[in-house]
């Protein structure tokens, strides 16, 4: 009988890597398959995903809107920028700073916003098309929670000083 297998090996088999390689995986091809659905109504995921805050929350910042994206200011502004010249959004004076503008939707925009939803209605329901409701909600939940302990620890990480190393 050979020994036990390789440190390297054991690791491969760890379910919560496995978990996280596949959570990784799955979002990457939901990535690929949006920016293809995107890219056929002449657009980026990324300005797809600016039309859906603004249609939650109209009147963003661009720098709310950056945060919420985790981009720099500067590429909101560029893709705000290519919204704007389509026809689909607007930039409108802040009454409270006059060095700031509220980003909108126009009604131009409207008519897409149901071919996005209906494509990411779309996209969602292949993606689960083999689970059935309570798996899920489960799976849904489990994926916040996860999402919530990364974010708590990345914060309380960022309160603590630097381990100094010898």
């Known amino acids: 009988m050979r020994g036990a297998p390789p440190a390297s090996y054991m690791l491969l088999m760890h379910p ?8 990784v995986t799955l979002a990457r091809l939901i990535r690929t398959e949006a920016d293809k659905r995107a890219r056929a109504h002449g657009m980026t995921r990324a300005q797809w ?4 805050h603004l249609e ?10 950056a945060d919420l994206l985790e981009v ?17 959004v607007e930039r409108r004076d802040d009454p409270a700073d006059r060095r700031c503008w509220r980003l909108h939707l126009t009604e131009a925009a409207k008519p897409l916003m149901g071919e996005v939803n209906w494509q ?4 969602s329901q292949a993606t689960c098309a083999k689970l059935d409701a309570q798996t899920q909600s489960l799976v849904a939940e489990a994926l916040k929670q996860m999402r919530d302990t ?3 620890q990345l914060r309380e990480k ?7 190393t010898a």
């Open 150 to 152: 990364v974010c708590h």
């Open 56 to 65: 939650k929350t109209p009147g963003l910042l661009q720098k709310e809107l």
């Open 49 to 52: 995903s600016i039309l859906l």
């Open 16 to 23: 919560s890597r496995d978990l996280v390689t596949t959570v």
């Open 72 to 88: 720099e200011p500067i590429t909101v502004a560029r893709l705000v920028d290519r919204l704007e010249a389509r026809g689909m």
């Open 158 to 164: 960022a309160d603590l000083p630097e381990r100094e």
């Open 120 to 123: 990411l209605d779309a996209l």
